[in-house]
């Protein structure tokens, strides 16, 4: 599995807990999205399931498991009896998949897959005394259907059972849910850190690359992979020059739509997506009074137009001129500069 960097703290709490031999049996794991909550949750997940089939026996300090373990083995066939984990399932689009394309993803965790967990649940595990399931992301159940249904399991859970949550935005979710949940907190990773995470997932990768999308990741690997091999750093300038100048005529903006809104670019289309808040964002460090206020709208405006092309599947062409029209705004006009 990969490596787990930047989460000592967490490591260090659930190996506690563990070692107390009475684990809480439903953990949040709430922190930004894309900074490796995922990873630690099947790294503790395979960990406590090995733990129950041969106490006392693994390394100390660390969720590591030999490769050698049997609990290691089943758990990277996908085929370990004692665990579930529960995602959301591709949509069923022949049209979409047919040139091979990725599928695209439901828009949430259904009531009827929380409910598949019953006969799971209604028996023994197998090879321990223990079961673990992973919800990615809790923040994606079905409400209010899917929701109830895992809070049942929750308030109610058979012995040895141990929920993992995942969650980018606990406020989200039923406060009944966030209350039966023991809270592992995860912040952005240092950029040490961070390049460590990006070199072993990417060892062909040279050092400009790696420092480029570190920069870009802000403290999340799983977003700055998501940026990899897209140019994110010529979409950055791009829009840093339309707020540093403006875009009067509308050729620079014209020139990103041309770019990003071939079916081909959709990879960089939605990374321009995710980008324009954040130049945005960048920009408010350096703005006081008015100008700041500017900034802050745009700001706003920017993130709901960009849920809305998600969302909406809006017109990639039309968006991305919109986007740059709304960063266009920060150049700074004859009476801000006056002022």
Sequence with gaps: MTMLRGHQPAIEALLAANASGAIHHAWLLAGPQGVGKGTFARAAALRLLAEGMTPGSLPSGTLEVPASHQAAALFAAGSHPDYRELQRLPKKDPAKTADGASEELARSITVDQVRSLGPFLGVKPSLSPRRVIVIDAA????????????????EE???GTIFLLISHAPGRLLPTIRSRCRVLRFNPLSDADMAGVLGDAMPDADGEEIATLVRFGEGAPGKALGYAGLEIGEIDAALEAIARDGDRSATRRAALARQLSPKAAQPR???FLDRVPSVIARAAGMRTGEDLRVVLDAYDESRQVAAAARGLSLDPQGT???LAGIVARLAPTDDRRRG
């Design 320 to 322: 991305v001129h919109e």
């Design 269 to 271: 289309y939605e990374a």
């Design 139 to 154: 923040d994606e159940l079905e409400r209010p259907g899917a929701s109830n249904a895992l809070l049942k399991s929750l």
């Design 157 to 159: 859970p058979p012995s």
